[in-house]
C-alpha cells in the first residue's frame, strides 16, 4: 500500500505527463492548421505529407497514453493505484516509477506477456 507522501508524488509525476502531451498535442494542431504551404515539387508535398502521418501516429499513441493517465490519477482517487487489477498484490515502486500507468505487478505481466505470445497476439 503506498504512502500519502507516495500517492501525492505519483499524482503530481501523472499530471505534469499529462501536461506535456497535451502540449505537445497543442502545438501539433497549431502547425498542422498552417495552410500557407504550397509545394512546387511533388516529392516536397509526399515528404510532408509522410512526416504528418508520422507526427499523427505519435499523437494517437499520446492520446490512448493520456487515457491510461486519466484512469491512473482516478485509481489513486479512490485508493487503488498500485494494487494489481489479477492477483492484489502491492505493485512495486520501481515498476511505478517506470512505467506510473501500469494496472499489473511485474509478474502478472509477464505472465500476461506470455499468454499473449502462445496465442500469438
Same mark, same amino acid.
Given at each position: ?10 499524482? =503530481? ?35 510532408? =505529407? ?72
Amino acid at each position: 500500500m503506498l504512502s500519502e507522501k507516495d500517492q501525492e508524488y505519483f499524482k =503530481e509525476l501523472l499530471n505534469e505527463r499529462l501536461a506535456a502531451l497535451l502540449g505537445e498535442a497543442t502545438k501539433t494542431m497549431e502547425t498542422m492548421t498552417d495552410h500557407g504551404e504550397t509545394f512546387p515539387d511533388p516529392t516536397d508535398r509526399a515528404t510532408l =505529407e509522410s512526416e504528418r502521418n508520422f507526427t499523427l501516429r505519435i499523437r494517437d499513441r499520446e492520446r490512448k497514453l493520456i487515457g491510461k493517465i486519466k484512469e491512473a490519477l482516478s485509481r489513486i482517487d479512490q485508493g487503488t493505484f498500485g494494487i494489481c487489477e489479477a492477483c492484489g498484490d502491492d505493485i512495486s515502486q520501481k515498476r511505478l516509477k517506470a512505467r506510473p500507468v501500469t494496472t499489473l505487478c511485474i509478474n502478472c505481466k509477464k505472465k500476461q506477456e506470455s499468454e499473449e505470445k502462445l496465442k500469438g497476439l
